[in-house]
């Protein structure tokens, strides 16, 4: 037996002898659970910071919406300082007050997402399974604060042509490809490694993503509607040249249409004996299109109030949120083993609907796509059986 140095003589010192600092003694015990979360995280643990981002990133749409509408754009004329004698929100240089603070208060929660997205890259990246890191979700992580950079560098451009309105969609959008990351990182961390395996027939994962689409067109023109009419800024802020009747009509009529590729979806979902889940989010996409619907028109019949346009903001997040988890949960992948192979394509079908049910078998039960090749005759072979 060889010499065990005095540091490592007990099992709990050699256990923490490649744990972060944090964890090392010295430190509150939140700290070092906390430590341990992000430099050694669980697929709870995961799972929770890729909700964090996807919550986050959500949030980062819904205070840049309060700005615009609020007429606060400008609050802070310059970038990347407030104003060109001030970093903070201060003098009497710029916006009125309130607006210089309601700018500045956006650009220090964009600096604290910014960091939130920086905690789940590292745990992305320090992520295990079955002793291999998880390249997909490492991207997708990093997709992140990659994002929230380049919101920044557009944002700045923003201040800097005085809220031109093409620039401002710019940024929208960008938001809108940042929500789509995250929601594709909450998913991947719950699946396997394996290829995606389609639960319903192609027609229905077709509509699925048009309806997806429809949702991109549709935020698209709510930016074009916004930058074209009285809530794009002050008096002084250039706007779309468009008529406002016209891009609000076509607003509408691409909200209709994506009502219409809704209740197809729905209807397909529940006939087509899609997983529990999958209906589910038909069901909740219907009822948000709907309830978005309403207060579209209502808004707009009211003369535009700030506060309703801002829950209409709310509800176009949330449907972009719901449209993009639809096509994930038309299809499943397997967890891979360590040798490579994929294990047998099994429905994860809670309401047991379908021709393939019940739970997946042990991994050890479980053969390789090897053995399953070997094992199982080809379609020509069959043919010939058939046939004789």
Known sequence: MGFVPGH???PDAAATAGAPPAA??????WVRRAADSVWAPSPVAIKRYALAGLLA?????LTGAAVRLSKSGLGCPDWPQCTAHSLVAGGDHGDSLIHRWIEFGNRLVTDAIFAAAVLVFVAAWRYREDGRRRRDLVWLAAAQPGAIVAQAIIGGIVVLTKLNPGWVSVHYLASAALVAAAVALYVRCQEGTGPPRPLVRPEVRLISLAVVGAVA???AAGTVVTGTGPLAGARSV??????????TQ???DIGWLLGGLVIALVLALRLGSAPRRAVWLGWLLLVLVAVQGSIGYGQYFSGLPAGVV????????AIWVTALLLPYALRERARGFTDG????????????IGSIGGAAPPPEAVPSAAVLSRSEPSASERDRAEGA
């Open 8 to 10: 490592l003589d007990s």
């Open 24 to 29: 090392r003694g010295g430190w509150p015990g």
């Open 57 to 61: 990133s959500v949030f980062i749409i």
């Open 217 to 219: 067109l549709m935020l």
């Open 238 to 247: 250039p706007r779309y040249p468009l008529p406002l009747t016209g891009v």
């Open 250 to 252: 076509l607003h509408a």
């Open 310 to 317: 801002w829950v209409h903001e709310v509800g176009a997040a």
């Open 341 to 352: 192979s994929q294990a047998r394509p099994v429905t994860r079908n809670p309401a047991g």
